[in-house]
């Protein structure tokens, strides 16, 4: 079993969103009487990724055929300095997130990070074995990698996106993420329905938003019949979708609407293009 690895947020800022700030819109700015403007200083952290546990584990069948696995997921807290009434009932949401973060990444209730990645390992090597003796001559290696991360956060939302990726033999590997936000202070799943209150309508923006994201050429975008399936003919409101600073953003993964060489792709809609169909002030965007 390999150590479990904790690395300093210092390490970690290019890649993790390290704060759960009290609120993360823009301060108001209130007039004096004199006309002169007041800047209101930003409320403080209440919540923060203290650290970051990774684990990887590897056996190899020969010395270029080796199978690998990792998991990474961040460890959520009340920050040390947080005060009132609402970050002392923080503290069990973000327990209970955590938790809920461990079953997005597939480690099993009451198992530990390391346990885990060694018995992912253990299967993996014991498939690679297989197929060694099926293929001699086949030199790849298995892989199984997860990563959790926190994607945004206000004094009311937690939107973290989890993405896995996976190759065990096949043309190609396998990748695909998880986007879900949660209100901070139930620590309930926030649906779409939700964050919209008129889904059908988003249909449109979406669909726009979708080709954008494909259109190496944004004066000449394909057609958006091109890159989905053939038997999709609208786009649909996905599952996986969760609250941002700009707006929400929706995420399709690959085969979910389109085959795999369009890739996975991700919409966002601002609050401006949401405009009414959305309550921006309601989750702190």
């Given amino acids: 079993m390999l150590p479990l690895r904790r690395f300093p947020l210092s390490v970690l800022l290019p890649t993790v969103v390290l704060a759960v700030a009290a609120c993360t ?12 403007v007041v800047v209101v200083p930003p409320p403080p952290v209440i919540a923060r990724v203290v650290e970051v546990d990774s ?14 696995a990792t998991v990474v997921l961040p460890r959520l807290a009340v920050a040390p300095d947080a ?4 970050s002392a009932a923080l503290a069990p949401v973000l327990a209970a997130l955590g938790d809920t973060l461990r ?10 990070l390391s346990a885990h990645v060694d018995a992912v390992v253990a299967r993996l090597h014991r498939d690679l074995r297989a197929q060694r ?26 939107t973290v996106e989890v993405e896995a990726t996976a190759f065990t033999g096949g ?15 139930t620590g309930a799943a926030i649906p779409v329905t939700a964050m919209v209150a008129d889904t059908a309508a988003l249909v ?32 649909p409101v996905p599952g996986n979708a969760g609250i941002v600073a700009e707006g929400v953003r929706f995420l399709y993964n690959p085969y979910d609407v389109a085959p ?26």
């Fill in 25 to 36: 819109a823009p301060a108001e700015r209130p007039a004096t009487p004199a006309g002169e």
């Fill in 55 to 68: 684990v990887t584990a590897r056996r190899c069948v020969t010395d270029s055929s080796c199978a690998e």
């Fill in 83 to 86: 005060t009132g009434a609402d």
């Fill in 103 to 112: 079953t997005l990444a597939g480690v099993p209730a009451g198992r530990s």
């Fill in 133 to 158: 003796r099926l293929s001699p001559d086949w030199e790849g290696g298995y892989l199984h990698a997860v990563t959790a991360r926190v994607a945004w956060a206000s004094a009311r939302v937690l």
């Fill in 171 to 185: 043309a190609h590997g396998q990748y695909e993420a998880t986007l879900r936000s949660y209100d901070l202070r």
């Fill in 204 to 235: 449109p923006l979406l669909e726009a938003g979708f080709v954008r994201a494909k259109a190496e050429d944004p004066a000449a975008p394909p057609p958006l019949r091109e890159l989905l399936f053939a038997e999709v003919q609208r786009l």
């Fill in 260 to 285: 795999w060489a369009v890739g996975r792709t991700d919409v966002v809609l601002t609050w401006a293009q949401l405009g009414a169909r959305a309550d921006r002030k309601r989750w702190g965007g």
